[in-house]
Structure formats: C-alpha cells, structure tokens
C-alpha cells in the first residue's frame, strides 16, 4: 500500500473513535449480558412459576429445562446477531465517511481493494 493509503485506513479508524464506536458497543454489550444475565437468573429461581406457564403440572427435570432455555437463547440469539451486523455496517459506513470528508475516498478505496 502507498503511503496515501495507509493514511486513509488511519482516517478511517480514526473516524471510529471520533464517532465513539467503541464506546457504544461496549455499552450496547454490557446492557445485553446483563439483560440475559438477569432473564436466566428470573427463570432459574422461579422454574416452577415459568413450568406452569407453559402447561406443566409438575416439575420437569433439568434436560428438559436446558432443552427449552437453548432454544430460546438460540431465537434471541439469532435477532441479536442481525442488529449486531447492521450496527455495525452503520458504523463502518461512517468511518468510511469520516475519511472520505478528510479527503482521502479515492485512497481508502484502493486500500480496501489491495487488503
């Protein structure tokens, strides 16, 4: 790469920490751990409550409680995983403007080719 180029892949990170990227999802993953943290904590001291709620009489043993929280985390898991990406599209996208208002599109370009 040219020296040009490297100085655009600069501006482009750069433009991450202009924007606080790093900040935000840092923030964004502590607030979800500590949302599956707390719902797995709910669940599991009140299996019985949760068990009724679905239509069981009597207590299930631990597979099948395993069973239904994987499947459910596996669910909430997978729309996770598509805001995830496009937050994160969102945030390349402004790097990327960030160093093409700095002058150096044509350059970041070239660069994003040659990696």
Known sequence: MTEQE???????ELGHCYTGDLFKINLLNAVGYTII???LQAIIN???GILL??????????VLIFVGLSITLNLIN???DKL???YSRKIEYQADRFA???????????ALYKM
Not at 100 to 110: A, I, Q, R, S, V
């Open 6 to 12: 490297v100085l655009a892949v600069a501006a482009h």
């Open 84 to 86: 995830s990406m496009a």
């Open 78 to 80: 997978f729309w996770i």
């Open 37 to 39: 943290v707390l719902a």
């Open 100 to 110: 093409y208002d700095l002058d150096f599109g044509e350059d970041l370009t070239n």
């Open 46 to 48: 009140n299996k019985e």
């Open 53 to 62: 709620s679905f239509g069981f009489k009597t207590s299930c043993d631990a």
